[in-house]
């Protein structure tokens, strides 16, 4: 019963997401694709909305540390590691470099 109840309440919080971005109320949708991660932390697709959405917002930090987290998960390619190289630019956490080094190694 648990199993069932908790893939419906991942359901429900991916169609809140989605609605409340085209309805434009951006702080439900973050509320709701952060409470996603908490219930399921390999969600790449909530975590890479709201890496796009603080990045979108210039706060480089919050993104930064969700990109980090896909390398912490191993759910990251050459693409994601190439926005974390960005993203820790941009928040002043390191040159990018060694992020760079990793991406090219994976082409």
């Known amino acids: 019963m648990d199993e069932y109840f908790d893939h419906r309440?991942?359901?429900?919080?991916?169609a809140i997401g989605s609605l409340a971005v085209?309805?434009?109320?951006?702080e439900l949708a973050v509320a709701s694709w952060h409470t996603?991660?908490?219930?399921?932390?390999?969600?790449?697709?909530?975590r890479q909305?709201?890496?796009?959405?603080?990045?979108?917002?210039?706060l480089?930090?919050?993104?930064?540390e969700?990109?980090?987290?896909?390398v912490e998960l191993q759910q990251y390619s050459a693409s994601s590691l190439k926005t974390l190289a960005s993203l820790e630019q941009l928040s002043?956490?390191?040159?990018?470099?060694?992020?760079?080094?990793l991406a090219d190694s994976l082409n």
């Open 9 to 14: 309440h991942i359901r429900v919080l991916k």
């Open 49 to 58: 909305l709201l890496i796009d959405y603080y990045t979108e917002k210039e």
């Open 92 to 101: 002043e956490k390191g040159d990018g470099k060694k992020w760079l080094l």
């Open 36 to 46: 996603l991660l908490e219930v399921d932390p390999l969600d790449d697709t909530s």
């Open 22 to 26: 085209e309805s434009e109320k951006n």
């Open 66 to 70: 969700l990109a980090y987290e896909k």
């Open 60 to 64: 480089y930090e919050q993104a930064y």
